[in-house]
Structure formats: structure tokens, C-alpha cells
């Protein structure tokens, strides 16, 4: 009886997820292209950038998978990642003048470290990713998208009712990170739960 309650309070899901494959001044990364635009805190969508490697190789056959599609086209896609950087470095050099107006240390060059702290976390995180996709990067599509591909990451996804939690597998870093946004973000929660068809 225990494991047929355990079979019915959990839902097992093959998902293709739509990724595109862009290659910029910088380097090339995957960036999911279907749940960026579901995120709800702007910073976590520096999230799903991942390194090239996660869709090497990989590729969908099998009939009970179900495949995302992506209404984003790869300039709307760059635009997204663009406007995130573009906000994120603002919210991080407000919080820097806000600590140094507060503090009166602005002769400190660089910051201190333990006022670092009291930057946004995410903001701050955030920052540090985007600022390496960036690098050498003009901020025009046209001048920075060199090439780029759409491939799908295939993932596996438990969903637990009992706990409304997921369980994902994939490569990595997605499981941590999807895992993570399910718990924190409502935007991607939301997303996911109308793919899972949860109620």
C-alpha cells in the first residue's frame, strides 16, 4: 500500500527544454530561451546561463517526451540578458553610493570588504555572471551575437505533491538551479507548474 501511495503523490516528467546557443565576443553559452521569461526577480535570470556543455550531445527521440517551444526569438533572448545586466550593475552601484553616503568611508578605494554585505546578494551574484558574458561585448546584438544554434537540454522532473517539491535530473548545473527557482521564485513556479499540469 505504502509504495502505491508513493507512486500517486509523485508525478515523473521528460521535458525537452528549448536552449539557444549563442557565441559572443566572450565565449558561447546555452541560455535557456523558454522559462527567462518567467522569472520574477530580474537577477535570477542570469541563472540560466549555463556553459556550452550542457547541451553537447544531447538530443530527444522518445515519443512520451514533451517538448517546449520557445516564443523568443535569439535578438529578444540577448535583449533580455541585456536589460537584466544593464539593471543589475545599476542596483549594484546604487547600493555602493548608498553604503558610502552612509558610511562617509568613500576615501576607501576599494570598498571594504565587510560593507560589501550589505549589497544585494542576488544583484551582486548576478553582476559577477554577466559582467564575464559581457566582457568584450559592444552591447549591440548585431555587433555581439557571432553565431548561434537552438539545441534542447532534455531534463527529468519528479514532482512531489505531498511537499510540492521537484526533483530534477540533468545536466549539470540545472537541477540545483531549477530546483532552487521553484522554491524562491513564483514566476518560474508558475511556469512550471502549468508544464507539469499541476493544479
Same mark, same amino acid.
Given at each position: 500500500?505504502?509504495?502505491?501511495?508513493?507512486?500517486?503523490?509523485?508525478?515523473?516528467?521528460?521535458?525537452?527544454?528549448?536552449?539557444?546557443?549563442?557565441?559572443?565576443?566572450?565565449?558561447?553559452?546555452?541560455?535557456?530561451?523558454?522559462?527567462?521569461?518567467?522569472?520574477?526577480? /530580474? *537577477? @535570477?535570470?542570469? !541563472?540560466?546561463?549555463?556553459?556550452?556543455?550542457?547541451?553537447?550531445? %544531447?538530443?530527444?527521440? +522518445?515519443?512520451?517526451?514533451?517538448?517546449?517551444?520557445?516564443?523568443?526569438?535569439?535578438?529578444?533572448?540577448?535583449?533580455?540578458?541585456?536589460?537584466?545586466?544593464?539593471?543589475?550593475?545599476?542596483?549594484?552601484?546604487?547600493?555602493?553610493?548608498?553604503?558610502?553616503?552612509?558610511?562617509?568611508?568613500?576615501?576607501?578605494?576599494? /570598498? *571594504? @570588504?565587510?560593507? !560589501?554585505?550589505?549589497?544585494?546578494?542576488?544583484?551582486?551574484?548576478? %553582476?559577477?555572471?554577466? +559582467?564575464?558574458?559581457?566582457?568584450?561585448?559592444?552591447?549591440?546584438?548585431?555587433?555581439?551575437?557571432?553565431?548561434?544554434?537552438?539545441?534542447?537540454?532534455?531534463?527529468?522532473?519528479?514532482?512531489?505533491?505531498?511537499?510540492?517539491?521537484?526533483?530534477?535530473?540533468?545536466?549539470?548545473?540545472?537541477?540545483?538551479?531549477?530546483?532552487?527557482?521553484?522554491?524562491?521564485?513564483?514566476?518560474?513556479?508558475?511556469?512550471?507548474?502549468?508544464? %507539469?499540469?499541476?493544479?
Amino acid at each position: 500500500v505504502s509504495g502505491r501511495m508513493w507512486r500517486e503523490d509523485v508525478s515523473k516528467h521528460r521535458l525537452a527544454i528549448p536552449h539557444y546557443l549563442i557565441s559572443l565576443p566572450s565565449g558561447t553559452y546555452a541560455i535557456d530561451a523558454y522559462f527567462i521569461r518567467n522569472i520574477s526577480v /530580474i *537577477p @535570477r535570470r542570469s !541563472l540560466l546561463i549555463y556553459p556550452k556543455s550542457v547541451i553537447t550531445g %544531447l538530443t530527444y527521440s +522518445e515519443s512520451s517526451i514533451t517538448v517546449l517551444d520557445s516564443c523568443l526569438s535569439v535578438y529578444e533572448v540577448y535583449s533580455m540578458i541585456k536589460e537584466t545586466y544593464e539593471k543589475v550593475k545599476e542596483a549594484v552601484f546604487k547600493d555602493i553610493k548608498r553604503i558610502l553616503h552612509r558610511s562617509r568611508l568613500w576615501v576607501f578605494i576599494p /570598498i *571594504p @570588504r565587510q560593507l !560589501l554585505g550589505d549589497i544585494d546578494r542576488e544583484s551582486r551574484n548576478a %553582476l559577477i555572471i554577466l +559582467e564575464k558574458v559581457f566582457e568584450k561585448c559592444s552591447l549591440s546584438a548585431e555587433a555581439d551575437i557571432i553565431s548561434w544554434d537552438k539545441a534542447y537540454v532534455t531534463i527529468d522532473v519528479k514532482y512531489g505533491r505531498k511537499d510540492k517539491s521537484i526533483d530534477v535530473k540533468a545536466p549539470k548545473p540545472i537541477p540545483r538551479i531549477y530546483s532552487w527557482l521553484y522554491e524562491v521564485d513564483e514566476g518560474f513556479r508558475r511556469a512550471m507548474d502549468k508544464v %507539469l499540469n499541476i493544479e
